[in-house]
């Protein structure tokens, strides 16, 4: 299983961050799909996730800015955060679980892609 990741990069206060996360050798059946962030000097946090029900996880700092979608035909996730704050600056983790077709769950997760926002 690998996950590539597109988007992030530099991105101004006040603008939108969009990233994309593209799953591929899938073996079994997406169950959730989302991303993780770490700031330097701090532990991993979520930001958001959505499941194959489409219920989604958000993190309250993003809450009202964040939206998460998911298109299964192209097993992508999409992130899109509005009004970015410097405190949005992280390294973002595309991150799935898969529930395989003897009924194993297991967690992938991609190399990470550096957001900073700045001016």
């Known amino acids: 299983v690998q996950l590539q990741a597109s988007g992030g990069g530099l991105v101004q206060p006040g603008g939108s961050l969009r990233l994309s996360c593209e799953a591929s050798g899938i073996f079994g059946n997406i169950i959730d799909m989302g991303w993780y962030r770490q700031a330097p000097g701090k532990q991993r946090e979520l930001v958001a996730i959505?499941?194959?029900?489409?219920?989604?996880r958000k993190a309250e700092s993003v809450k009202g800015r964040l939206t998460i979608s998911r298109d299964d035909g192209e097993s992508t996730v999409y992130l899109q955060v509005d009004n970015v704050k410097p405190e949005d600056t992280a390294t973002y983790y595309c991150?799935?679980?898969?529930?395989?077709?003897?009924?194993?769950?297991?967690?992938?997760w991609g190399k990470g892609t550096l957001v900073t926002v700045s001016s």
């Open positions: 991150y799935i679980t898969l529930k395989s077709f003897n009924s194993l769950v297991m967690e992938y």
């Open positions: 959505i499941s194959n029900e489409g219920r989604t």
